[in-house]
């Protein structure tokens, strides 16, 4: 027996990615569909007063695509789960909220949901990036930030936030609290960073310097990597560094038993991975 699922993450609003995206789900009718962050247009909208240009991509492209395909006679709707990146501005929570309210959805950071004998377990915060917005931001495991990167103190939030919450919140301190009580066997965690030093979270940073100290080239997250180890759930999706899988050769990465796998992707096409969830170790990667 097998549960086919699709896993594709920041398509940054590309209205052809969508649309192959929709086509494969018409055509091979997987059970769950998984959007692993930076669904919308750029952030940079909010700092340039284009949100009708969001506003329009929510109501033709997303509600729209997903709609028609949940209109269709007798076609198995899929479960889709969906968290947001570091590009999508958390102003646009109330459209997100709107899909899910329309049974197109489950929105789902920072929140843990059962389905069939598995648990999805939704994050979508990344460690501080060089980018100015910063709702999807947080310290990982401590008050640090990489060379050339913004803090999340220092950054722009579309919606208030506080001081407090910006100094002491931590990924790591979420995600011991996401994870508690969860079997680890079970667990499909729809993460947007990656995990630090593997071939998920490898940058296109080689050989370059800020203020005279070397980049990290490996700009992932330290506490989902710990996490990882110490927990080993069955498997975690990821996305946020687009170049990883070209440098490094690999969109997938064993850590112990738990399978790690990125859909980001630079070029223009739709990357789609596909996978059993009774054996996601048996997954393919189309580049449609």
Same mark, same amino acid.
């Given at each position: 027996?097998?549960?086919?699922?699709?896993?594709?993450?920041?398509?940054?609003?590309?209205?052809?990615?969508?649309?192959?995206?929709?086509?494969?789900?018409?055509?091979?009718?997987?059970?769950?569909?998984?959007?692993?962050?930076?669904?919308?247009?750029? =952030?940079?909208?909010?700092?340039?007063?284009?949100?009708?240009?969001?506003?329009?991509?929510?109501?033709?492209?997303?509600?729209?695509?997903?709609?028609?395909?949940?209109?269709?006679?007798?076609?198995?709707?899929?479960?889709?789960?969906?968290?947001?990146?570091?590009?999508?501005?958390?102003?646009?929570?109330?459209?997100?909220?709107?899909?899910?309210?329309?049974?197109?959805?489950?929105?789902?950071?920072?929140?843990?949901?059962?389905?069939?004998?598995?648990?999805?377990?939704?994050?979508?915060?990344?460690?501080?990036?060089?980018?100015?917005?910063?709702?999807?931001?947080?310290?990982?495991?401590?008050?640090?930030?990489?060379?050339?990167?913004?803090?999340?103190?220092?950054?722009?939030?579309?919606?208030?936030?506080?001081?407090?919450?910006?100094?002491?919140?931590?990924?790591?301190?979420?995600?011991?609290?996401?994870?508690?009580?969860?079997?680890?066997?079970?667990?499909?965690?729809?993460?947007?960073?990656?995990?630090?030093?593997?071939?998920?979270?490898?940058?296109?940073?080689?050989?370059?310097?800020?203020?005279?100290?070397?980049?990290?080239?490996?700009? =992932?997250?330290?506490?989902?990597?710990?996490?990882?180890?110490?927990?080993?759930?069955?498997?975690?999706?990821?996305?946020?560094?687009?170049?990883?899988?070209?440098?490094?050769?690999?969109?997938?990465?064993?850590?112990?038993?738990?399978?790690?796998?990125?859909?980001?992707?630079?070029?223009?096409?739709?990357?789609?991975?596909?996978?059993?969830?009774?054996?996601?170790?048996?997954?393919?990667?189309?580049?449609?």
């Amino acid at each position: 027996m097998t549960t086919l699922c699709f896993f594709v993450s920041d398509l940054h609003g590309k209205k052809t990615r969508y649309e192959k995206l929709f086509r494969a789900i018409e055509t091979q009718q997987p059970e769950a569909v998984f959007l692993g962050g930076d669904v919308l247009p750029s =952030g940079l909208y909010h700092l340039s007063s284009q949100d009708a240009h969001v506003g329009n991509f929510f109501d033709e492209t997303l509600i729209a695509g997903f709609s028609q395909l949940k209109d269709l006679p007798d076609f198995p709707y899929p479960k889709v789960f969906m968290i947001p990146g570091n590009d999508d501005g958390k102003g646009e929570e109330d459209k997100f909220l709107e899909g899910e309210s329309m049974g197109l959805w489950h929105y789902i950071p920072n929140q843990v949901m059962p389905w069939k004998k598995w648990t999805v377990v939704g994050y979508a915060w990344v460690p501080p990036t060089p980018f100015l917005l910063k709702d999807w931001e947080k310290y990982d495991v401590s008050a640090y930030v990489d060379p050339g990167c913004v803090s999340p103190e220092e950054g722009f939030h579309s919606l208030p936030v506080s001081k407090y919450l910006c100094r002491y919140s931590t990924i790591q301190k979420d995600l011991e609290m996401l994870m508690t009580g969860i079997e680890p066997a079970t667990a499909l965690c729809l993460f947007h960073s990656p995990p630090y030093q593997t071939h998920l979270d490898r940058a296109a940073l080689d050989g370059k310097m800020f203020e005279q100290v070397p980049l990290d080239v490996h700009v =992932g997250s330290i506490a989902i990597r710990r996490m990882i180890e110490d927990r080993q759930p069955l498997l975690t999706l990821h996305g946020h560094v687009h170049e990883s899988a070209r440098i490094t050769g690999y969109w997938k990465q064993q850590l112990g038993t738990t399978t790690m796998i990125t859909s980001a992707h630079d070029g223009p096409e739709l990357a789609l991975v596909v996978f059993d969830a009774e054996n996601p170790r048996e997954c393919r990667r189309e580049l449609i």
